[in-house]
């Protein structure tokens, strides 16, 4: 084996191996399901125009753990790859390399662009999967898919036709969210919720026949002013109660519009009237519809005033309410500016400002298909992890909007409806028609492409050959476990599990595990206005390899909470596989395995219970999805017990002489290290590779090795022994250090180890070897303690460290007496300070149990070093 463990080299040279080897590629059984249990999970597609970040990396990493672990299980095991179109992202990215052309989609055409898209995704798609293979993704790729494959293209239209003659799918006029920069209805979800620094303009709308008189709105959008169509208070506002049903002039414009009562209005909200402009806010739509109000659209798709506006007319929306609000101070209709916080819509894609308007949409119907998913996780078919996910889910899904599926994009799946040039037909169809059938008139497409989510959610059975009945949908629909971020369990999940009962008849996965979001190691969040070291995986991986990041997020993984990541914590699991691959040389450089096992002495009988525990305890782990735990298990294991422990203990036996023996440990050495990387393979697949290629260089890899499996069984006498033999050792050393012994000196030490003696005395040379002694007494009991000496315990073993002529002990008297008052006075300062009623009562509670941990500390110190005076006598 290399004198050092060098990714580089490794890596990319492994996972060519297990590609080409079939290794990633189930067959499906003859006998189907009956024969061999499946374990599938389809990725969450990333976009194909997206990048490595830590959140891909976060999911390819814990998605191959219950990967690679079912595998050698023995599961048939698919994890099924796949990029999605993303409309929006896509066509923005292919738009801007138009723009520095000095062209326009609209300059090529339709199907121009579209070809100049494909052309984009063929030249750059690919970018996103090859990262995958950096951080060892065991995804077949032989069944690699993209949402617009005509495969899945032709899924998403039976999906729509199947809806829209269920009547599920319709067109109307409805307020939607729409973007001016991607030019685009946008659905709830693609809406983020902005706290923004803004202004509260309050405007007077004089009464008609009484211009002396008015009414005081307030709006935060006063060029929407233009499209008013009514004023409206509540019904039992005294203040207004008797201007119910009057009229005001509507300022700078001169139309004249009604007061109306609604009870949606806020009483305490700016003047308790608000100006009603039902083409451009949701509530004032629904306000307007109950009122009878008209709908006055005043701006233009990119966000400018039209003709509505009258003079406004052409100016940005932004340019029209500086200069509305400039003319209303002019004719005295302003009557203050207030500044004002407030949740600002914007697009989740381009993070522009958006304008609420009135479009004729296709929305699909959600609450009769939301029903039946509610059902399939309130009856338990479907379980969230954590569950506290459930209640979130159960919300939305209770109080779920229609879904506006239409996007006025060209990039995506046009929407398979057809219109009759008579204007009197509408087709909706599987299959493009030539005429209309209804009076053979020209037909036209429409131009809108549906919501790039529609086709993702059908991704669990559109990737495996839905709607034709093929060999994987039968054995591996429903598939196994979804796997995703907490952040889209509304974009996807949710839809995939309606979608999945809808057209499957049954639900698409069992569990949902939903990891966090991964976060700076100051909690912030990772993005390009806030970029730090370490924040681009793929250099992560060029230092560190795909094994360090891969740990660091599985380690550090709990259920549905956010991760902090830093570049100290993928150093410290750099070690560790550098750590794992140095103990692999020692192996391999003691000797060949022995065909003659010899006899195991305790350590070795340790360190076998020991991996027997450990694989006990992983497995159940990973049967809980508790990724952290399972990962810290094994790196205590081998860092601890394996390597500092079992290592150097074994390191006396190779010495010894003795060949039965040495036997006996060489075999514990290698069969507990191969056990050790098998565990580990699914974490840190890359080094256990390598390692096993040298522990079994003519086997079959390990990627294709079985988990190991050990029946249960009582710890026995030989772990509490050999615990006795840590403990004691860890004390001996800790002596040393706070003795601050040379390093190289050896001292003696007396034990009174009660019915531990005679196993101790077993042990007794690799006690002092490992404690570095002279001599090592061990008796049953001590009557008396020796003059001049450090006493320790290790559980009920009693420990004394004779310091005579080691040293200066007036010197040392008088520096434990110094520590000695200092932590008095620290005792002191804590319980006067938790006497205080009024701190206690006043403080918050986290700070008073820190006290009162730092009080429990000093305690423990003034105790500790009142020992150690005592024991150097006078």
């Known amino acids: ?42 990725i969450p597609p990333p976009n194909v125009t997206g990048v490595l970040h830590h959140g891909s990396a976060m999911f390819i990493t814990l998605q191959d753990v219950l990967t690679r672990w079912r595998r050698m299980q023995g599961r048939r095991t698919l994890w099924l790859p796949g990029t999605d179109h993303a409309g929006i992202a896509t066509q923005n990215v292919v738009e801007a390399a138009l723009a520095r052309e000095g062209l326009t989609r609209h300059d090529l055409g339709r199907e121009r662009f579209i070809e100049r898209v494909w052309q984009w995704k063929h030249e750059y798609g690919s970018v996103i999967t090859e990262q995958m293979r950096r951080m060892g993704a065991s995804v077949d790729w032989t069944r690699e898919r993209f949402t617009l494959d005509p495969g899945l293209s032709r899924a998403v239209r039976e999906a729509f036709v199947r809806l829209y003659e269920k009547g599920l799918i319709y067109r109307g006029s409805y307020i939607v969210n729409w973007c001016p920069r991607c030019a685009t209805v946008l659905s709830d979800l693609e809406v983020d919720h902005v706290d923004t620094a803004g202004h509260l303009w309050h405007a007077r709308y004089p009464l008609v026949g009484d211009p002396e008189r008015a009414i005081v709105v307030a709006t935060t959008r006063p060029e929407t002013m233009l499209g008013d169509t009514g004023v409206a208070v509540h019904p039992e506002d005294e203040r207004y109660r008797d201007l119910i049903g009057r009229e005001v002039e509507l300022p700078l414009v001169g139309r004249r519009i009604p007061i109306v009562a609604d009870e949606a209005v806020d009483r305490a909200f700016g003047t308790g009237a608000v100006k009603v402009t039902p083409a451009h806010d949701p509530t004032d739509y629904e306000i307007g519809r109950r009122a009878g109000l008209a709908s006055i659209n005043v701006m233009n798709p990119d966000g400018t005033i039209n003709g509505d506006g009258g003079p406004f007319e052409g100016l940005d929306r932004y340019e029209a309410r500086r200069r509305i609000v400039a003319q209303l101070a002019e004719g005295a209709f302003l009557v203050a500016t207030e500044a004002h916080r407030h949740a600002v819509a914007q697009c989740s894609r381009c993070d522009t400002i958006l304008e609420p308007r009135i479009s004729e949409q296709w929305f699909v119907r959600m609450k009769p298909l939301a029903e039946p998913a509610i059902a399939a996780v309130r009856d338990g078919r479907i379980r969230i992890l954590p569950e506290r996910f459930e209640r979130i889910y159960f919300n939305w899904m209770e109080n779920i909007r229609d879904w506006v599926i239409s996007r006025q994009l060209w990039w995506g ?59 994987d949908l039968k054995y591996f629909y429903p598939t196994t476990v979804m796997e995703t971020g907490y952040d889209i369990i509304f974009f996807w999940v949710a839809r995939m599990i309606m979608t999945g009962i809808e057209f499957m008849g049954e639900a698409p996965f069992s569990t949902v595990y939903l990891h966090g979001m991964v976060r700076h190691a100051d909690g912030s969040k990772i993005s390009k ?60 450089g003691a000797g060949d395995r022995p065909v003659v096992r010899g006899t195991p002495d305790l350590a070795d009988r340790w360190i076998r219970q020991r991996s027997d525990a450990v694989t006990n305890e992983v497995t159940a782990h990973l049967d809980g999805f508790n990724f952290g735990e399972a990962g810290r298990t094994l790196y205590e294991f081998a860092w601890n017990e394996y390597c500092d422990w079992y290592i150097e203990i074994a390191k006396l036996a190779l010495r010894s002489g003795d060949s039965g023996r040495r036997d006996a440990t060489l075999a514990t050495l290698y069969d507990v290290l191969e056990r050790m990387v098998t565990l580990l393979h699914p974490f840190i697949p890359f080094v256990t590779e390598e390692i096993w290629s040298h522990l079994r260089p003519n086997s079959v890899r390990l990627i294709a090795t079985s988990w190991p499996t050990v029946a249960a069984g009582a710890e026995s006498d030989d772990v509490s022994a050999m615990d006795a033999v840590i403990a004691v050792t860890r004390a001996i050393r800790n002596i040393r250090t706070e003795q601050k012994v040379d390093a190289g000196r050896r001292i003696d030490a007396i034990l009174a180890a009660g019915d531990l003696a005679p196993i101790l005395r077993e042990q007794a040379a690799a006690i002092a070897a490992l404690g570095h002694l002279a001599r090592l007494d061990i008796r049953e009991h001590i009557d008396e303690a020796p003059p001049q000496a450090v006493r320790a315990l290790a559980g009920d073993i009693v ?23 200092s932590a008095i006075a620290q005792r002191d300062r804590v319980a006067a300070l938790l006497a205080n009623g009024r701190f206690v009562a006043g403080a918050r509670p986290d700070v008073v149990e820190r006290e009162r941990g730092r009080l429990i500390e000093s305690e423990q110190r003034v105790t500790r070093l009142t020992e150690q005076l005592e024991s150097l006598g006078e």
């Open 799 to 821: 420990i004394f460290i004779p310091l005579a002529g080691m040293l200066d002990l007036a010197a040392e008297r008088r520096r434990l007496t110094g520590e000695l008052q």
């Open 529 to 588: 206005s806030n970029y730090q070291s370490g924040d681009n995986p793929l250099e992560v991986i060029e230092r560190f390899g795909a094994d360090a990041l891969r740990f660091t997020l599985a380690t550090g993984s709990t259920p549905g909470n956010d991760l902090r990541i830093s570049l100290d914590r993928i150093e410290g699991n750099r070690n560790f596989t550098n750590k794992l691959w140095n103990a692999a040389r020692f192996v391999v």
């Open 413 to 471: 799946h046009r929407i398979p409806v057809w219109y009759c040039d008579s204007g009197n037909h509408q087709i909706v169809s599987r299959e493009d028609p030539t005429t209309c059938p209804t009076c053979g008139g020209a037909l036209r497409q429409d131009d809108d492409v549906l919501d790039t989510w529609f086709s993702s959610a059908l991704w669990p059975f559109s990737t495996l050959g839905w709607p034709e009945q093929t060999d």
């Open 1 to 42: 084996m290399e004198r050092a463990y060098n990714h580089l080299t490794v890596e990319q040279r492994v996972y060519a191996d297990w590609e080409t080897s079939g290794a990633f590629t189930p067959s499906v059984p003859p006998g189907g399901r009956s024969e061999v249990e499946p374990h599938c999970i389809v």
